[in-house]
T-cell receptor, first 114, second 116 residues
């Protein structure tokens, strides 16, 4: 079956612009996670969804970052007024449940802020 | 707060050498432990996981890991590496059942380069 998909695969933007990153989880997976992978920082958790609710937003680095999930499926991560330090690979993962189940990762979106 | 430490940033081995990658975590409660691998140009994929039971777990491609609770460790091993094992390896932890966090806490990764 289809895995987790993300779009776009690459995004280059200018400092100060807003960007939207999309994640399509595996069908039937109720849990969805966003992570960020950057040089020197490794993989950092950003936000977690169970269904359409986000009980854990603790990893969002600033109020410029927000995310939503609709229909218990697709999720969008929005970064407003992008900064150069936002440059990273943004990874989405989904799983059947919450803690303990394997998380399946998408290919990521490479964001470059000029 | 939970954290994961991977001791080696970059490991270079010749084919057929044995591999051991260190991973230590800090969390006092029940944990689930994972090793993920990222081959060049590919997604992160699960190598193996530990939830409970036998502390020696076997994963794909001949990898295994041992959970030693007293040492808060979950080291990854392979008796004989191949060139195709060249990749970046990530150790990760999340709180076990009953914990409040479902997200994974990752180590910074270990790059493995295997020379043919």
């Amino acid at each position: 079956g289809a895995g987790v998909s993300q779009s776009p695969s690459n995004k280059v933007t200018e400092k100060g612009k807003d960007v939207e990153l999309r994640c399509d989880p595996i069908s039937g997976h109720t849990a969805l996670y966003w992570y960020r992978q950057s040089l020197g920082q490794g993989l950092e958790f950003l936000i977690y969804f169970q269904g359409n609710s986000a009980p854990d937003k603790s990893g969002l680095p600033s109020d410029r970052f927000s995310a939503e999930r609709t229909g218990g499926s697709v999720s969008t991560l929005t970064i407003q007024r992008t900064q150069q330090e936002d440059s990273a690979v943004y990874l989405c993962a989904s799983s059947l449940g919450r803690t303990g189940n394997e998380q399946f990762f998408g290919p990521g979106t490479r964001l470059t802020v000029l | 707060a939970q954290s994961v430490s991977q001791h080696n940033h970059h490991v270079i081995l010749s084919e057929a050498a044995s591999l051991e990658l260190g991973c230590n975590y800090s969390y006092g409660g029940t944990v689930n432990l994972f090793w993920y691998v990222q081959y060049p140009g590919q997604h992160l994929q699960l190598l193996l996981k530990y939830f409970s039971g036998d502390p020696l777990v076997k994963g794909i491609k001949g990898f295994e890991a041992e959970f030693i609770k007293s040492k808060f460790s979950f080291n990854l091993r392979k008796p004989s590496v191949q060139w195709s094992d060249t990749a970046e390896y990530f150790c990760a932890v999340n709180a076990g059942y009953g914990g409040s966090q479902g997200n994974l806490i990752f180590g910074k990764g270990t790059k493995l380069s295997v020379k043919p």
